[in-house]
């Protein structure tokens, strides 16, 4: 069985600017299938948010992502899509209230700390599942 370390994790945030912006600040467009795969043989574990009924246009993104996860071994861990992964500061982990869609940057009041929307999301979404990855684990064996 192979171990995964955290320099072979990622966070990943499914969006409308960027298809895909990982925790790594990079932001991906292309064809689905490519994407997906890249991030299955690049990563040992993969985390993403879920997202909710109402969100068109994804489904597509999570079936191939899952299906080269398969393919390559990689984990993938499905982070709650109520989770404050826009909302939460990556840096000291304040979470402010609403934050519309429209705005693409925000400074956190407690820490100072300046963030893109997408690459803080990602960032957390990291964090948090890296958090759940032992019980991911233990559903799986």
């Known amino acids: 069985m192979r171990t995964w370390f955290t320099e072979e994790s990622i966070g990943v945030d499914v969006g409308r600017k960027s298809l895909a912006t990982l925790s ?20 040992g574990v993969i985390c993403v948010e ?16 899952e299906e080269h996860c398969k393919d390559s071994g990689a984990i993938l861990v499905k982070v709650s899509r109520f989770f ?17 869609l429209k705005i693409r940057e ?17 960032k ?3 964090a948090e599942g890296l958090r759940l990855l032992p019980q991911v684990q233990r559903k799986s064996c």
Do not use: M, Q
Request: with cysteine; charged share 20%.
């Open 50 to 65: 879920t997202l909710g009924p109402s969100i068109h246009g994804f489904k597509r993104f999570f079936t191939h992502l």
């Open 106 to 122: 925000w400074t956190c009041v407690a820490c100072g700390a300046k963030h893109d929307r997408d690459i803080n999301a990602a």
């Open 84 to 100: 404050p992964s826009t909302r939460k500061c990556s840096a000291c982990g304040t979470v402010r209230g609403r934050v519309p």
């Open 24 to 43: 790594s600040g990079e932001k991906l467009e292309g064809s689905v299938p490519s994407i997906t795969k890249k991030l299955a043989f690049t990563y």
């Open 124 to 126: 957390n979404i990291l």
